[in-house]
């Protein structure tokens, strides 16, 4: 152990002789290795713990991340004996300022994480979640937050390095919470679904969450996610929840997740149908909802009673159920025109998985609702709740920008059988690109770009027309001005681009015109800066040291730019996303295709064969017919020849009969002769040869033959030795068994001895005891006699019964006494029947 601390001391001090950290790491290694070979492991590894710590305190600088880097190689090697206290003080000093320090090596920031997902490892299986709850907690409060107005102007003011430093730190975290919940997606999604009661963590939580689910590996917590409460808040809060922003990215996360149920969790899904259903009529009149919230003006006066009562008797405002207990979130940015949800996508999935529930809904979304028995999650009735008028105007402008279904020539929602999805074996990929060509839109820009070549023969002016011509008379003209590329230098505010790219994204007619001066290339929107504002001036506005407020158009411009960013970065997702699945969906196309080449190839091959066996055929029939002609020619000679045939057969068949008779009798001869040779051959042969084996065996076995009648009397006598040896070691074994019997037979007759010499010595006593009485009564008889002489006549009667008595008495001591002698007889023979016994045995003995 001193050995490895003084390495990592000269480590920490860079003394020239330092070890590298590939030698700190075999040296703890080497370490443990020594360490667990002693009964007293956990006390030397917490010894060496309490040694780092010290090293820690009195060397390390935290402006240093080399000695960051020391302590990690150490501690990656001992985290499998580290305890959970011990975890939590290395994350305050050395995991903590290791996942904040961008400068860190790579290497040395995946030991951090891994060492904080150990500790998450062991809290879970120690139940201890105060560490996970941490983690959240400091994803949501301690890391920069872009749907913050203060974080933004915060992060704006830190300079190079301390942007980096947070940026790093919630990158740390991020990756941290996303690999926790891939090893865990039921613990990852309780936590998040009991952070999501906080409105102000909503948006953060759901950009995790978009992130967490566009992994490939989100599939295998699909089930999980389904059925877990954290999918019904995600709902609830596009129910309830009046942030366009927070919207926005809910809605992404929700078009992403539908997918993935469909492919995992179909049944759930079926069961979610009520709830998607009423998303979409919230989204379809976000405009109305939008304005409920609106209660003051940007610039902090409020609006006039007459304006809000007109507000709230249009568009009354809808509130949650007490059941939900629900917090709701009015908006992130400040703005006074909040972005209005696309409901394209979130269409279009809806409408590629059940298009027929979703026409039936959307023909009578109050009707449907009642009838699937999905209670309002508003206190307010559906009636007051949905504007079915509002519902069908929306959705008749999105079903004519989609094509008709193909499900719809199957069956239409009564007549679907629960569970007869034709989507239910589909992978993920397939469903989310099917669903993006019902667009209309997406259909046209995938035909055209299956036809490249059409697209190459038309010039710039006809593609123009043809656009101008099949555009709608109602859709606006959005013109967008080239940049003036003369100066060598490119000018364009974040406003302009960001509009550029919503109008490049919304399928629209673009049409590009020139420019007359570059007057119009350098005016701003109305969202950015006045220009009469320099760079300075906004420097010293958004200063944290100066007490100028702020005025309301510049943070208006400030939460557009923050708004349209964070809504870019989730688009920019949700996009990254979808082209994944589309290369899958398009890799899995390109196999069928190649399939079907071949396919097409090997049955061009098989009818080239079918032509050519064909022709074969037609020969073959043909040779037949030919074959078969001159078979019939040769049947009738045949038979002609055949009779022929037969007469020369009847006649040889006479003269062959006259021959037979005369062979079988020669031969009959013939054999006899021969079968009688034979025999006799056979029986020369083996008496010759049973002859000259006698002869051989006699000539081997001579010297045998001359002993073995030595041998047969030395068997015989060993067979009278074994007879006498049997005999006796039967008799023995009689002897060993009368043995035993005798001295079963002695240790009866020993325990019969003690029993009578028991009874002797009780009869013994008895018959003292019957003297002592008799003397006693003779004594009483001398009395009586004495008082009789005295009185005669008045004690007769009671000398009769002394009499009687003593004579009853004197009758039992005689029988004792018999039955004593007799015992004694007894004993006597006994004891004789044993000294008997003992002299036989031992004189059998010896």
């Not at 940007?298 to 949650?320: K, W």
């Not at 037979?745 to 006593?765: G, P, V």
């Amino acid at each position: 152990m001193l050995d490895l601390i003084r390495d990592v001391r000269s480590a920490l001090e860079s003394a020239p002789d330092a070890p590298t950290l590939s030698e700190i790491a075999r040296a703890t290694e080497e370490h443990v290795a020594e360490c667990s070979s002693f009964p007293d492991f956990d006390n030397l590894i917490l010894s060496l713990e309490e040694e780092l710590q010290a090293v820690h305190r009195d060397i390390v600088d935290y402006s240093l991340p080399y000695q960051l880097e020391v302590f990690l190689v150490v501690l990656s090697h001992l985290k499998s004996y580290l305890s959970l206290s011990s975890m939590f003080y290395w994350w305050d000093i050395v995991l903590r300022p290791a996942l904040r320090e961008p400068k860190l090596g790579t290497v040395a920031v995946d030991q951090a994480k891994e060492l904080v997902l150990d500790t998450l490892r062991k809290t879970e299986a120690n139940l201890h979640h105060d560490f996970r709850r941490r983690l959240f907690d400091l994803y949501l409060l301690d890391t920069y937050n872009e749907g913050s107005d203060h974080d933004v102007l915060e992060h704006a003011e830190l300079d190079a390095d301390q942007r980096d430093m947070r940026t790093c730190w919630k990158v740390n975290l991020e990756n941290i919470l996303l690999k926790f919940g891939h090893e865990y997606p039921q613990d990852f999604m309780t936590e998040v679904h009991d952070l999501f009661t906080s409105p102000s963590s909503r948006f953060q939580l759901f950009m995790l969450l978009n992130i967490y689910s566009s992994s490939s590996s989100f599939a295998t917590s699909a089930i999980i996610m389904a059925k877990h409460p954290l999918m019904i808040h995600l709902l609830l809060s596009m129910l309830f929840d009046n942030s366009s922003t927070v919207y926005s990215a809910g809605l992404s996360v929700v078009v992403k997740l539908l997918p993935v149920l469909a492919a995992h969790a179909h049944e759930e899904l079926r069961a979610l149908l009520p709830m998607l259903l009423t998303v979409l009529a919230g989204l379809m009149c976000w405009k109305q909802r939008h304005t409920t919230y609106v209660q003051t003006s940007l610039d902090g006066a409020p609006n006039t009673g007459i304006q809000s009562e007109l507000e709230e008797e249009a568009n009354p405002v809808l509130r949650p159920h007490p059941q939900w207990n629900w917090e709701r979130l009015e908006r992130t940015f400040n703005l006074r025109t909040p972005v209005c949800p696309s409901p394209r996508p979130y269409f279009t999935i809806l409408y590629y998985l059940y298009p027929a529930k979703l026409l039936k809904f959307l023909r009578s979304p109050v009707k449907y609702l009642t009838d699937d028995g999905f209670p309002s999650p508003w206190t307010e009735g559906w009636e007051q709740a949905l504007n079915q008028d509002e519902i069908r105007a929306c959705s008749e402008r999105l079903l004519r920008e989609h094509m008709c279904h193909p499900a719809f020539l199957w069956h239409d929602a009564g007549s679907q059988p629960e569970g007869a999805e034709f989507w239910a074996q589909f992978p993920v990929d397939r469903i989310a690109t099917e669903a993006i060509m019902l667009d209309v839109h997406n259909y046209a820009l995938g035909a055209l770009k299956c036809r490249p070549e059409a697209a190459q023969g038309n010039s710039s002016k006809s593609n123009a027309a043809s656009v101008a011509d099949n555009s709608d008379a109602n859709e606006p003209i959005h013109r967008v001005l080239p940049l003036d590329k003369s100066s060598g230098s490119l000018s364009m505010s974040l406003p302009a681009m960001v509009n550029s790219s919503f109008a490049l994204k919304s399928n629209l007619n673009l049409v590009a015109e020139e420019s007359a001066s570059k007057s119009h290339q350098s005016n701003p929107p109305s969202s950015s800066l006045p220009p009469s504002m320099d760079a300075g001036e906004a420097r010293e506005i958004f200063d944290e040291g100066n007490d100028i407020s702020v005025p309301p158009q510049y943070l208006q411009a400030v939460a557009r730019l923050q708004s349209e960013v964070l809504l870019l970065r989730n688009e920019l997702n949700f996009e990254l996303w979808l082209s994944r699945e589309n290369v899958k969906h398009i890799s899995r196309l390109f196999l069928d295709r190649s399939s079907i080449k071949s396919a097409e190839a090997e049955r061009q091959g098989l009818y080239n064969k079918l032509r050519k066996y064909r022709a074969q055929v037609v020969l073959l029939e043909s040779e037949l017919h030919e074959y078969k002609a001159q078979a019939s020619s040769a049947k009738n000679k045949y038979a002609e020849w055949n009779m022929e045939l037969q007469k020369k057969l009847k006649e040889l068949r006479e003269e062959k009969k006259s021959w037979v008779a005369d062979s079988a009798a020669l031969r009959r001869a013939k054999n006899d002769y021969k079968t009688l040779l034979d025999s006799q051959e056979k029986l020369l042969e083996e008496a010759n040869k049973k002859l000259f084996e006698s002869e051989t065996w006699r000539k081997e076995n001579q010297h045998k033959i001359d002993r073995l009648h030595d041998y047969e009397e030395q068997i015989s006598k060993h067979i009278r030795m074994q007879q006498l040896w049997e005999q006796d070691f039967a008799r023995f074994n009689e002897r060993g068994e009368q043995v035993s019997m005798i001295q079963s037979h002695f240790k009866q007759m020993e325990l019969r001895l003690e029993s009578y010499e028991k009874t002797q010595i009780e009869m013994d006593a008895q018959t003292r005891a019957y003297r002592r009485q008799i003397q006693t009564l003779e004594a009483r008889l001398s009395q009586m006699r004495r008082k009789t002489e005295s009185l005669r006549y008045p004690i007769e009667q009671e000398i009769a019964s002394v009499a009687a008595e003593k004579a009853t008495l004197i009758k039992a001591n005689q029988k004792l006494r018999e039955e004593n002698v007799r015992l004694r007889e007894e004993i006597d023979e006994l004891r004789a029947v044993v000294e008997v016994n003992i002299n036989m045995q031992v004189g059998r003995t010896e």
